[in-house]
Every structure is written in structure tokens, then in C-alpha cells.
């Protein structure tokens, strides 16, 4: 009984958690759109992509957390890959700008900086990209949903 009760607590945060990630990335990406054609003239083309390009993958980033929300919430699972995928298209998200930022910087002292954390960055991707090989290669099975009786009971797999 008191399972059903958080069960249902849980279902109502997340759903809304749900609607505010929803509604924050069409906002997100509206002010995104907005703010490239309002600053197309005033700004240089290559800022203004990189800006737009920035935008566009948190809003991107942003949706991949709702889709993992909504599998969470029709299947009763929390899955591993798709946080995976999220920290990647992060990652990728974080070398854009650092690749915009070091056109400016070369042979300053934040250069040195700035490259020290794009190889940090992208030994990130390369271990979670593994990670995310070996989930789908090795016996190992990601938890399934209960689907039992009325009672909570697991369903038998034979």
C-alpha cells in the first residue's frame, strides 16, 4: 500500500518534471531563434552560427532528457544509455565553444588551458561512447519493468 502510494508520487513528479522540460525547451528554443534573427546583422556570421549552433544543442540536449523522461514514465524503467547519450551531445556541446573560444586565445596562457580541457573532454566522450558499447555488447540486461499481478508480484519469465 505504501509502495502504491510513492509509486503514484513518483508517476506525478515526473510528469512534472516532464511538462516543465517541455515547456523550458520550447521556450529555449524560441529565444534561440529570436535572438539569431534579431543579432543577424549586428554580429559576425561565425559568432552568430556558434551562438545558434550552442543554442540548438542544449535545446537538443534538453529534448533528449524529456524522451528519456517519457521512457521512464511508460516503461517504469530507469535506463542507462540514453543519460550516456545526454553526456556526450554535453561534451560535444562544451568542445564547440572551447573551439570557439581558442581562435582567440592562441598563444595566450589560457591556450594552454583551454586545449587541456578539450583532451579531458574528449577522453570523456571516448569512455562513455565504451561504456555505451559495452552495454550493448556484454550479457549484462538492463532492469526490466515489473509486469506482475495486481499484488506487485514480478512476472515469471520462463
Do not use: C, W
Not at 61 to 78: C, K, M, P, Q, Y
Not at 137 to 143: A, D, I, R
Amino acid at each position: 500500500m505504501l509502495a502504491r502510494g510513492f509509486e503514484g508520487v513518483e508517476h506525478l513528479l515526473n510528469a512534472a518534471i516532464a511538462v516543465a522540460l517541455a515547456l523550458g525547451g520550447m521556450a529555449l528554443f524560441v529565444y534561440v531563434i529570436v535572438r539569431f534573427v534579431r543579432d543577424v546583422s549586428d554580429h559576425p556570421f561565425v559568432e552568430l552560427i556558434l551562438g545558434l549552433l550552442d543554442g540548438l544543442i542544449l535545446v537538443f540536449i534538453v529534448t533528449e532528457l524529456l524522451h528519456t523522461l517519457r521512457a521512464v514514465i511508460s516503461d517504469g524503467v530507469l535506463t542507462t544509455e540514453p543519460f550516456l547519450v545526454v553526456g556526450i551531445v554535453a561534451i560535444i556541446r562544451r568542445l564547440i565553444v572551447i573551439s570557439a573560444e581558442a581562435s582567440g586565445v592562441v598563444g595566450e596562457k589560457n591556450f594552454h588551458d583551454l586545449m587541456l580541457e578539450m583532451g579531458l573532454l574528449i577522453g570523456a566522450v571516448l569512455a562513455l561512447g565504451l561504456v555505451i558499447y559495452l552495454l550493448r555488447h556484454t550479457e549484462h540486461v538492463e532492469p526490466k519493468p515489473r509486469m506482475g499481478d495486481d499484488q506487485g508480484q514480478p512476472a515469471r519469465s520462463d
